[in-house]
């Protein structure tokens, strides 16, 4: 094995998702996630039932990832985790799985910090993605998070935007439990915007100061619109559930390129960069591609497989830090509350 050869085994537990990947360098040979389907009954992720479903998972997913990857877990260089910010129980399943393997084999742990990988993820090597360029912004939204955070390296960045309440990501699937339709509602609300009319209703946009978001007054609005419609019309939500869904998601948007268009004229860069579930969305992506068209941006947007939570982007944190030698000890603590 030459020094370029560096083989790093991640593990991401940081909520519903159990996911383990084997990385060459910046390049992903197996990227496994396993999902947690029980919580559709609850309508939300409930950490009891995740940390247990982690439990049951990862012994098998990591059996997988090496498979798939078709290396020997003693050709491993490192093995990297999730520390935080995230669901406690669930981090810990992962940080106790991988202290042991990492203690077991003799080789370096290492910790991520889950937002930092949502933004690196841009930096696996694949083909189709580009990489950006340093000094750029990155907009990481989710079912957690919401932020806007300048990148000047791979380890320099500061949060200049985030939510005040309410991620992104909970917008939409409250939006969609409002609707009656399942968890999680966000897809389903993209997939019904598509066949719908986003200027038929109208929602405000909140003021916020700053580089900001809160979502909490939009939700509150859509429940009094609502409900004061299906008085009306006990089948207005049948009726107009396409245009429903495309005007709650063409407001989201509308908030989102607001504040992305005011942090690229304060901080003079150009280069966007979006990660996390809801980059998935396809009304967004294509907001920053019409932005990168008229506006001059270069954007950034990753494939699929590495918007929602995955252990491939865990891993490409592991292998940078791995080339700097910041490594862990078997002491280190998993933290629910993790900033960038």
């Known amino acids: 094995m030459n020094s370029q050869d560096i083989y790093i085994l991640a593990i991401e537990s940081s909520c519903d998702d159990t996911s383990a990947a084997v990385l060459h360098n910046d390049r992903v040979l197996s990227n496994v996630v ?3 389907d029980i919580h559709e009954a609850y309508g939300g992720v409930v950490p009891e039932l995740a940390s247990r479903a982690h ?14 990857a078709n290396i020997d877990k003693n050709s491993l260089s490192a093995i990297a985790f999730t520390r935080g910010p995230g669901l406690m129980g669930s981090l810990l399943v992962g940080s ?7 203690l077991g084999l003799g080789i370096p742990l290492i910790e991520v910090n889950h937002m930092k990988a949502h933004i690196l993820a841009h930096f696996i090597d694949e083909p189709g993605m580009k990489k950006p360029e340093f000094p750029f912004l990155a907009v990481t939204i989710s079912g957690g998070h919401t932020q806007i955070v300048r990148v000047d390296d791979h380890f320099t960045m500061e949060v ?5 309440d309410d991620a992104v990501g909970e917008a939409f699937d409250k ?3 409002i609707l009656g339709l399942p968890y ?5 609300i993209d997939k019904n915007a598509a066949k719908g009319n986003p200027k038929a209703f109208d929602f405000p946009i909140p003021k916020v100061g700053g580089l900001n978001f809160s979502f909490s007054g939009f939700k509150t609005s859509i429940l009094y619109f ?3 419609e299906v008085a009306n019309d006990p089948d207005f939500i049948e009726k107009h559930m396409n245009d429903i869904c495309a005007s709650v998601q063409d407001t989201i948007i509308r908030i989102l390129m607001k504040k992305i268009k005011k942090a690229v004229k304060e901080t003079g860069i150009n280069r966007v960069a979006i990660g996390g579930g809801v980059s998935a969305n396809s009304g967004i992506r294509k907001a920053m591609k019409d932005a990168e068209k008229q506006l001059g941006w270069n954007t950034f947007i990753p494939k699929f497989e590495y918007t929602t939570d995955n ?3 865990i891993g490409i944190v592991g292998y940078y830090k791995f080339l700097k030698g910041d490594f862990a000890d078997e002491r280190i603590s998993s933290k629910a509350r993790f900033a960038i």
């Not at 200049?160 to 005040?164: A, K, Q």
């Open 34 to 36: 396993a999902n947690q």
């Open 55 to 68: 439990q049951q998972n990862i012994v098998p997913v990591v059996h997988q990832a090496l498979a798939q």
């Open 96 to 102: 106790s799985f991988a202290k042991s393997l990492s």
């Open 160 to 164: 200049i935007g985030e939510t005040l």
């Open 175 to 177: 939006s969609a439990k």
């Open 184 to 188: 999680p509602g966000g897809p389903l």
């Open 226 to 228: 609502i409900q004061k």
């Open 311 to 313: 252990a491939a982007m």
